[in-house]
């Protein structure tokens, strides 16, 4: 049981570790806008790294329906619970 | 047991890694699924192997479109290698919609067939097929043994004609995805949700699987191969430590753990017979150690199976140096393997470049953990890999008979070396391919070629060739050095390619084709022979091959002999053939 905080704040890790970037800070409301290094080949990326830390699966239909890290926090911690 | 595969998200860490010191090779890569991935990972696990990939994709699923086009990129750029990856997914969706259920291997194998042909005859790059993985569709369940109406079947059978094609065409090189996927697992290998998302098929840490293979595949076909197996005794050969124990007392066999080293040795043993030279390296008296391969019954390995025997009381390290050094070959084409950790890391640290696996501390899980590990990828098999460990053994003969000798000539003149000189036929033709692959330390260029690019330079009117066979009084060494000769001018005959083999150093085999070249060159009318050297990290002990042979080095980084008034050289090797001239 991981609440959504500390989802995010393991998120942050395994998002510096993928993207090979030190400098990444997570919100909720983080977009792939906002971090240049995620487009649509290292999103696959993270997506498969975010499924092995949290040993959790997305289903196809959340891994593009989430509009921010916000909300896919709320989903990891959901399938924790 | 550690998993030897590097899963994706770590060896995509590579990318980034500084490549410019290393070979640049152009690779295309087609498939009928996303591939960025996986060009991503293989541009990654190329940098393990030093080498450095300019890959070029083509346009996502147009494999065959690509192929029949002939103005496609894929024509207009020179590439090196051309991976193609036809995925299981888009197979099993023709197969759904053919109507001849039963015809559907032998029409595709035809259409591969005829895809690979019309490739190879447009573009000299090697080609890497993937084969299919035996996916196993549900519909039939067991019974898709029993009918030719069932998928599995059909990938099988499509399997083996796969095999059959690459076995025919020498430029055509098999990605066996199907071992991996077995290795990995249905539900590991495939990831349904990147499948419907971004039509990737495979999860992420299979392509990285893949990009290890394939590149595995390029490293040995770049001459990256494994030739020597340089191995402990006590707890690694057998169980138990020999001095202390006692011949009756150590575990060889089919009792117990002894189980676990036969299994070892067994696949030692098939191995050196595929070619892969082995050395032992041991801490103990050498009467005692030897006296186990003489006289134990359980052994598989006996004394005839390992080409250097060391075993004494000296560092572990100094008796490697001294086993590459009978052997001449590189460090980084030899894998030690020892129980013991504390062993392994003074080898690991003291020797760059060597091979030393982490063996499990549990030995029955030896031979499973060394088969992962795909150390010995090649890329050509020849009768001369069935002869090495002798030739290793009457190498080491000789080296004690040469100290009878104060006098270098002396001791060549009593090998009674006999040379066989002649142009590549049809018979050497794998063997040249091989030599081209091998060597590193005696090559001037460093050009690799296929047995279909030998044959191609054989039916050339602008090449020639010659290549020597020699034995001595000790025995046969084979076929050992080659020249490839291409016409620049009227005048001029360009050395493409001169390698010879480490164990025939210091022979003086390379006087006697050089004095073949010259008369070679002199009977069909040319005026010099313009020889290169194209330095690499190995070959600096050519760097001045041809000044030492007389060639005078010019402003344009070549070196030219002039053939009229050429002294021939002083050798003690006598010719048993007078070469044709092709």
């Known amino acids: 049981m991981l609440t959504v905080k500390e989802v995010l704040t393991q998120a942050k890790e395994v998002f510096k570790d993928t993207l090979d970037n030190d400098k990444i800070e997570l919100t909720p409301e983080t977009t792939a806008d906002d971090i240049e290094e995620w487009d649509s080949l290292s999103h696959i990326q993270l997506i498969v790294a975010l499924e092995k830390h949290f040993k959790i699966k997305f289903t196809t239909a959340e891994i593009t329906s989430y509009k921010n890290v916000g909300q896919m926090a709320e989903s990891i911690s959901r399938k924790l619970s | 047991m550690q998993d030897p595969v590097i899963p994706y998200n770590i060896l995509v860490k590579n990318f980034k890694k500084d490549s410019s010191g290393f070979k640049t090779l152009k690779i295309a890569v087609m498939a009928d699924f996303a591939s960025q991935h996986y060009a991503k990972a293989l541009q990654s696990a190329l940098i393990l192997h030093r080498l450095s990939g300019y890959i070029w994709e083509a346009d996502y699923n147009s494999i065959e479109a690509t192929i029949i086009n002939q103005d496609s990129e894929l024509y207009q750029q020179h590439f090196d290698y051309i991976i193609i990856i036809p995925s299981v997914h888009k197979l099993n969706k023709r197969f759904s919609h053919s109507a001849q259920k039963s015809k559907f291997a032998d029409d595709t194998i035809n259409q591969i067939s005829d895809l690979i042909s019309l490739l190879l005859s447009r573009s000299s790059a090697r080609i890497i097929l993937t084969n299919f993985q035996e996916l196993n569709d549900g519909i039939f369940g067991n019974y898709s043994n029993k009918t030719d109406q069932s998928f599995l079947y059909h990938i099988r059978r499509i399997n083996v004609e796969l095999m059959t094609l690459a076995i025919k065409q020498p430029n055509l090189f098999i990605a066996d995805a199907q071992n991996l996927f077995s290795n990995f697992g249905m539900t590991q290998a495939f990831d349904a949700k990147l499948f419907i998302h971004g039509d990737i098929i495979y999860s992420l840490d299979f392509l990285a699987a893949l990009a290890q293979n394939t590149s595995g595949i390029i490293a040995s076909i770049q001459g990256d191969i494994k030739k020597c197996i340089v191995l402990d005794l006590d707890n690694t050969l057998w169980g138990g430590v ?135 990828e090649t890329a050509s098999f020849s009768g001369e890999d069935l002869m090495r460990t002798k030739q290793y053994q009457e190498e080491a003969t000789r080296l004690e008979f040469q100290k009878l000798f104060t006098n270098e000539r002396d001791f060549l003149a009593s090998l009674d070396m006999k040379a066989v000189i002649k142009p590549v036929d049809n018979f050497n033709c794998p063997r040249i391919a091989q030599l081209t692959q ?91 022979l313009v020889g290169e050297y194209i330095p690499t990290p190995k070959n600096g002990m050519v760097k001045n091959h041809y000044e030492q042979l007389g060639f005078r080095p010019d402003s344009d980084g070549r070196y030219y002999l ?6 021939y050289k002083d050798t003690v090797i006598h010719k048993s053939g007078k070469y044709v001239n092709s």
């Open chain 2, 242 to 376: 020999i001095g202390d124990d006692g011949i009756e007392n150590i575990q060889i066999g089919d009792l117990g753990i002894g189980k676990a080293f036969s299994m070892l040795q067994n696949w030692l043993y098939d191995l050196k017979n595929r070619g892969i030279i082995l050395a032992v390296c041991s801490k103990n008296t050498e009467s005692v150690a030897k006296e186990v391969f003489e006289k134990h019954p359980g052994m598989t390995l006996r004394l005839n199976d390992i080409s250097v025997f060391v075993a004494n009381w000296e560092t572990k390290v100094d008796n490697i140096l001294f086993i590459q050094s009978v052997l001449n070959i590189g460090f980084d084409s030899m894998v030690f393997l020892d129980d013991n950790p504390f062993e392994r890391e003074i080898v690991k640290k003291h020797i760059p470049g060597i091979e030393v696996p982490d063996l499990p501390e549990d030995p029955s899980e030896y031979v499973w953990y060394l088969r992962s590990l795909n150390l010995f």
């Open chain 2, 438 to 528: 091998r060597s590193n330390q005696f090559n001037l260029r460093t050009i690799r070629y296929t047995d279909e690019d030998i044959k191609r330079i054989m039916h050339d009117p602008d090449y020639k060739s010659l290549t020597v066979t020699l034995e001595d009084k000790y025995g046969d060494y084979g076929l050992i050095s080659a020249v490839i000769l291409r016409l620049l001018s009227s005048s001029e005959l360009f050395i493409d390619t001169w390698i010879m083999s480490c164990r025939v150093l210091k022979r003086g085999v390379e006087l006697c084709l050089l004095n073949e070249m010259v008369t070679l060159g002199l009977e069909s009318g040319y005026k010099f």
């Open chain 2, 562 to 567: 002039e053939l009229t008034n050429f002294n």
